[in-house]
């Protein structure tokens, strides 16, 4: 729904899409104006099937109302028009748009991905628990690890690229992925949806809303959705019920309140992909997969945010925001692994791979999640010093807690070319783990945005941050407190109208690494990027470009004993890299939407292992982008194409295999017509159209888990609106 609110790839891609974008640059456009933010409760109007590829106004980067144009930081926003093209029916396929970013392997199902930008895992391998759980982004603004995500309900997906941390506390330093959740209608809206596709593909979507009362002070919006993610892999399940429901009182311009409440019930079987064979994939049947658990895992959580602000004068803001989830886990997903870790069974590798043992591998039959989150943020726009301040002061406090007894049993192996699955035991619960995890932190954020004249801008932010961790197999240990001050400095030089140049350093604290084996204190995993950069707003602000240069440290690079779960700081490492991302509505009939990125992403130094330095980051090709269109023949007909490309990347960590290249083509076609009142559209999405064998990721730590690609897939949405 789109919003009337207020306010083995090639270089020559890059060169393609900064042709494109100075040859709008003559483009006599207005200045850019400045925009409510995402998360503000303003945005309360919704109309019909989004048409428009303009992204949206965003807050993501500065938490205040910049323009994108002025913020010192690479910042992309995808917004539902290409969510609805596209078919975007996980976030992965929605991220893949935008420059830097990658995937990893997942361990929840396709609703809980592991993304990676700028090189570096949006979810610390380390001090986050088990593996299980791990997926991290934020919704609404809130940070949820493990949490499934309902797609059915996302307005627009924001990447901020590179560290957050002076904003939104421990993040990974290569940036953050923010989804934005469908807007209240002030107007009474319908809609019913229901896509249908190969290999057992289903998704229903009813959401409806509006005004409850005359004045239209007290809004409402509700929305019910059941997915069933198709898969072409043996034993491979992926559910998802959800239902979102928002209660607002807007009394005047001023003020807001909102409450809402999600629930989210996803069953899955996990699709381990499959192992390495050499320095390749082993080439297997494209359905092959190890993983036949006799239960499905599951994850049910339930949370509550209430979101508020008013004016307490007229150039001042209060916002605060209360957020408690809950969450129940059941994780007994069988795991493939070519080691013998306990000796119970055959799985002799030496002469070459022929066997895989299976592992209830640290599993969480009975686990429970919680995340308690308050903040409150003081807003003012003043004249100081004859120039004009935007002021942020923010409080912060967050804690995340996961408990239930982990589990470790070897089962049997399976010989990988001609595999018996099946028939696997139930889990044996007779040998439970208690483990220790949590973490918890406090933070005071200040932030002063300074229009010096002249087109000149600066950010000057800085946060300290109380923190306390733990992750632990044997109870009983202290805690990690450790406390860290980050800070925050750019600048945006307007240098013609809706052209700007940027610069800015930030630093960022990834992870609070908890206590080794031996019960020591780890330092924390820290970070440091330098980012310059060029944007523009041509065509009247309908067409974005981004041209980003980067370098990032990241030190004290942490990892993990995939077997014991020991602890150690091993070293740094090193992101560089040029990206570029435009999006727009060329014109009435053309929107597009193109990304390339160069990065050069490797260890620089590791006190374990000296012959590591070097090696590139795994899943991180030094080439790769995206380029997709959309014409408008007429007000019903329209259809789309886009190439996604990736070159060769490193499987894992220890460069011992490779994911070679592939380009992906996918194609779209739809048609409007009227439906009663209302009107609808039918759309057909065609996804691979070559079924193209590739792979979309791996595992940085083992060659056992790769993650085979998609092949063609079909689907059908028929939508109706009223």
Known sequence: MSRRTRGSAKPLLALNLLAGACVTAWAQTTPATPAAPAADLGRVEITGTAQTYQPPPTSAATKTDTPIL??????????????????????????????????????NGSAQPLLILRGFQTTSMTASGNMSG?????????????????????????????????????????????????????????????????????????????????????????????????????????????????????????????????????????????????????KLPR?????????????????????AQTKIAPNWTLKGRVVSMRAKTREVDVWPYRENLIGLDSCDNSAGLTALCRYYFYVRPEGR?????????????????????????????????????VFFTQINSVDVFNPVLGSAPPLDTSFPLPVDDYSKWTSLTLQDQIAFGGGWHGVFALRHDRTEALFSLAPGLEPNKKSFTTPRIGAVWEFMPNQ???????DSIAANNGRDANGVALEAERARQVEIGWKQSALGGRLNTTVAIFELVKRNRASRNPVTFATTTEGDARSRGLEVDAIGQVSPQLALIGSYTYLDAKVTRDGQDPAAEGKRLANTARNAGSLWGRWMFDEQWAAGAGVFLQGQ??????????????????????????????????????????????????????????????????????????
């Open 369 to 405: 999640t919680k995340l308690d989150q308050v903040t409150v943020d003081l807003i003012g726009n003043v004249r100081l010093g004859g120039l004009q301040h935007k002021l942020l002061a923010e409080i912060d406090h967050y804690s995340t807690k996961k408990t239930g007894d």
């Open 70 to 107: 002025l913020t010192p930081q690479s910042l992309q926003v995808v917004p539902r028009a290409v969510l609805n093209d596209q078919k975007a029916l996980t976030l992965t396929d929605a991220v893949r748009n935008v420059a830097g970013v990658g995937e990893d392997f997942g361990f």
């Open 134 to 282: 791990m997926s991290s982004y934020f919704i609404n603004g809130v940070k949820v690890m493990g949490v499934p995500l309902n797609m059915a309900n996302v307005d627009s997906v924001e990447v901020v690229k590179g560290p957050a941390s002076v904003l939104y506390g421990r993040s990974e330093p290569g940036g953050l992925v923010n989804v934005v959740p469908k807007a209240l209608p002030a107007d009474p809206r319908l809609g019913l949806e229901q896509t249908i596709g190969q290999y057992g593909l289903s998704r229903t979507v009813v959401e409806g809303g509006g005004a409850l009362n005359a004045d239209k002070t007290l809004l409402g919006r509700a929305s019910v959705s059941y997915d069933k993610g198709g898969s072409n892999r043996d034993f491979v399940v992926n559910k998802l019920a959800a239902f979102s429901g928002t209660l607002a009182w807007v009394p005047d311009a001023d003020t807001r309140v909102a409450l809402t409440v999600d629930h989210n019930a996803q069953k899955y079987r996990n699709d381990f992909g499959i192992p390495a064979d050499g320095d390749r994939p082993v």
């Open 649 to 722: 990347r490193q499987g894992d960590n220890a460069n011992s295999f490779q994911l070679p290249g592939y380009g992906r083509v996918d194609a779209m076609a739809s048609y409007a017509f009227k439906a009663g009142g209302g009107k609808g559209s039918v759309q057909f999405n065609l996804k691979n159209v070559f079924d193209k064998v590739y792979y979309s990721g791996s595992h940085p730590l083992v060659k056992d888990w790769i993650q085979p690609g998609s092949p063609r897939t079909a689907s059908v949405t028929l939508r109706l609106d009223y």
């Open 500 to 506: 700007t140049l940027y610069a800015q350093v930030q």
């Open 287 to 307: 359905t092959r997969q190890y993983n036949d658990s006799p239960d499905l895992s599951s994850i049910t959580s339930d949370s509550v945010l209430l979101d």
